[in-house]
């Protein structure tokens, strides 16, 4: 049975943009994935190091028949594939791919946590994700994304980018 997902997507190295399309070209690759929205890019201000080069980022909402943590485990794959080395926790990455909700669920494992711990306080996962479900509820704060964006922080730069014609 498919389940809807949310994931998070950002790259800050190389061809950044062409990075987050290429993650999505590899997560649809996969026979149980399909992409069912996507948000516009992002640009956005790094957080946590500041001096590092500023960001893409995009949210994408998928229908899936894998369970929680084999969609992650394909995720860190992807990730693994285009080049990914975590090194320092916020900083550069070619790709990061986070798992932000999975339907309604609520799940605290040691290396999966649904929803994201820190979407509700990143101003560049919640502007793309109102762009595409603003009505979205989320399961532990039980509020929707279009109000947890408007009590975001205002300091967090984040500007919608033209799409690429």
């Known amino acids: ?14 061809l950044a943009r062409e990075n987050c ?14 992409t069912e929205l996507s948000s516009s890019f992002y640009e956005t201000a790094p ?5 590092q080069d500023w960001f893409i980022n995009s949210v994408i909402k998928i229908k899936t028949t894998l369970l929680p943590l084999n969609l992650l485990d394909n995720l860190l794959a992807i ?8 090194r320092i926790k916020w900083g550069p990455r070619i790709i990061d791919l986070d798992l932000l909700f999975y339907e309604d669920l609520i799940i605290t494992e040691t290396n999966l946590k649904v929803p ?7 101003k560049f996962v919640l502007e793309p994700l109102k762009e595409i479900a603003p009505k ?4 532990v704060l039980k509020k929707t994304i279009e109000e947890l964006a408007k009590e975001g922080d205002p300091t967090q730069v984040v500007n919608k980018l033209a799409p690429v014609l």
């Not at 049975?1 to 190389?14: E, V």
């Not at 979205?136 to 399961?139: E, K």
């Open 1 to 14: 049975m498919q389940k809807t997902a949310f994931i998070g997507i950002g790259s800050n190295q190389g």
């Open 21 to 34: 399309v290429q993650a999505v070209k590899e997560l649809d690759s996969l026979a149980e994935v399909w």
């Open 47 to 51: 957080i946590g190091i500041e001096n």
């Open 79 to 86: 990730e693994g594939k285009m080049g990914r080395v975590r």
């Open 116 to 122: 994201h711990p820190e979407l509700h306080k990143r």
């Open 136 to 139: 979205l509820l989320h399961p």
